[in-house]
């Protein structure tokens, strides 16, 4: 009885156990968020911040766009988020690198037109410094 009860309260310990994150997968977490928010207000200081000077940044129809373009459209409107929710994240950080795979469902309203989006997004993140920045990212269709 008392392995039973010993096997009882391990397995209940462990189905309990939660995973902390690290100092950098918490650092990951907050800036994504920080891009979720830029790319729905809009802010080209904050959106050049976050992003590296060699940003790839691909799209789900194909269109891939470097820094000045992906802020110049998200700035202007003509990629225009009215919200952004994540789903399904997940971090893994090697190194001085990070990637980060999630759904983004958005409301759009690009050049004027209402739409929505639910695509997978893959990040690559790279720290410079105590900084990270976004290096790369690709839109899949889901």
Known sequence: MKQFLFLLLM???IG??????TSDEKAVTAVVESLRKAMVDPNKTILE????PALSYGHSTGKV???TAFVKALVSGESDFVSIDLSEQTIKV???TAIV???LN???KNGGIPGVAKIAI????VKQGKEWKLLARQAVKI
């Open 16 to 21: 309990n156990t939660s995973y902390a994150q």
């Open 101 to 103: 795979r999630h759904v």
């Open 122 to 125: 893959l990040l690559v993140w």
């Open 65 to 67: 766009e470097d820094q």
């Open 94 to 96: 090697t190194g001085n």
């Open 49 to 52: 911040k976050l992003t590296s």
């Open 11 to 13: 397995a209940t310990a």
């Open 106 to 108: 958005a409301v759009t």
